[in-house]
Structure formats: C-alpha cells, structure tokens
C-alpha cells in the first residue's frame, strides 16, 4: 500500500515491525487514542479527544504522534456482526486514510467489534459510576483495538487495509 504525502509524493507505507504505534477508536464527536511500547507488545490508554474541527483534529494527533514518535496508526473498524462493512466503517476508514496521510505514516485497519462493550464491562466491574466511566470508555476502547493488534500473529488478517 502506497499513500501520498501532503505534497503528493508517495511515501512507502510499509507497516514497521518496531516503534510506537498509535491506536484509534474513532467517533464522529470523540476519538479513543492509545499508544503502544517502542517493542509494540504493551498498549496504554492515552487520551479521550473530543473532536472540534479538522484543522484542530490534525494539529492534535500530529502533536501526540510527533511527541511519542509513531511509526505506524491502528485503527479499529466498526463491522457488522455479519463483518460487513457499513457507513461507520467507511468512515473509520476515511479518517484513518487522513490521519496516515497528514502524519506520513502507514495504517492498518483492526476489527473493533466487542471493543466498547468490554470496554464498558470492565469499567462497570471497576464499580466506576456512569460518568467516570464515559471519562474512560473510549480510550479503553482504543487500548482494547490496539493490545489485539498487537497480539496477533497476523496483523494483515481481514479486515484488510485497501
């Protein structure tokens, strides 16, 4: 997979073996954002970002991946129970295309079904209440998408970056 940077030059976007890897559990009004070890075996829950215009959304991902130094972008795909693709996915897909293009770096897609709702059991067996919970859910999110990642013996399985 090839993308193009800013200027439309291609940049190569092989996935790298090694260095920090950002992972994302986008939403239309907020962003779940995680961050992996430099070996990519541990991820972290980093950051909840509740969106606020594009311009803004660039400025503040390219900060966090410029500061922990990212290599690559994991990005967790809404599919269907089915594993079709719908709208959601479609847009995941969009904005993970534009992140990796802005940032320079490659992307690879993670299906994120179940994500959210172990997210959410984990913090209800944590006895947190509703609102420090929403405080946490997105981020947890997006550590649960990037740790399965990580785990994987096969991280081109479906569903497949295009």
């Given at each position: ?6 200027n439309g030059q291609p940049f190569e976007a092989e996935f790298p073996a090694e260095g ?103 913090l209800v067996n944590l006895n947190m209440s509703r609102n420090k919970r929403k405080a946490y859910l997105d981020k947890l999110a ?21």
């Amino acid at each position: 997979m090839t993308n193009t940077s800013e200027n439309g030059q291609p940049f190569e976007a092989e996935f790298p073996a090694e260095g920090r890897l950002l992972g994302l559990d986008y939403g239309t009004k907020r962003v779940g954002i995680a961050i992996s070890t430099f070996e990519q075996n541990i991820a972290s829950p980093l950051d909840n970002y509740n969106r606020l215009s594009l311009p803004q959304d660039q400025k503040h991902l390219l900060s966090i991946i410029t500061e922990y130094r990212c290599k690559g972008l994991v990005v967790g795909l809404p599919v269907h129970m089915s594993g079709d693709e719908g709208q959601k996915a479609k847009e995941a897909r969009q904005f993970g295309n534009w992140v990796s293009q802005f940032a320079e770096i490659p992307v690879r897609y993670w299906d994120e079904r179940y994500s959210s709702a172990t997210a959410e059991e984990i913090l209800v067996n944590l006895n947190m209440s509703r609102n420090k919970r929403k405080a946490y859910l997105d981020k947890l999110a997006a550590q649960i998408i990037l740790q399965s990642f990580l785990d994987s013996p096969n991280r081109n399985q479906i569903p497949e970056s295009f």
